[in-house]
């Protein structure tokens, strides 16, 4: 079953896609709630680290975590003022309604 996208035009994709480069890359998801994002750009990714502080979003989020991505994406509970990774980890940082 195909997780629920709030964005059917591709919007949010599409300008990702035209202000950075995720093919391959190393990502960082900051605020990666229970993945509505994550599931939109996670194919063209290289590997990805999603984060956020609830516990409960991020089991709503390995709940539906696509088979083709299991492989390249991880979750982590925590916060972007104490991230759990060592420095220059990532090629990217993005974050979407994570304020």
């Known amino acids: 079953m195909k997780p629920y996208i709030e964005d059917p035009e591709g919007n949010e994709l599409r300008y990702l896609n035209q202000h950075a480069s995720i093919h391959a890359a190393r990502v960082l998801e900051i605020g990666c709630g229970e993945g509505r994002l994550t599931w ?3 194919e063209q990714a ?3 680290a999603a984060i956020d502080p609830s516990i409960p979003r991020l089991g709503k ?3 539906s975590l696509p088979v083709g991505l299991a ?3 991880i979750f982590v ?3 972007a003022e104490a991230l759990p990774f060592p420095a220059e980890s990532f090629d990217l940082a993005i974050l979407s ?3």
Do not use: D, E, F, K
């Open 40 to 42: 939109q750009y996670g």
């Open 46 to 48: 290289g590997t990805v």
């Open 61 to 63: 989020a390995r709940g």
């Open 71 to 73: 492989r390249m994406l």
């Open 77 to 79: 509970a925590a916060r």
């Open 97 to 99: 309604y994570s304020l």
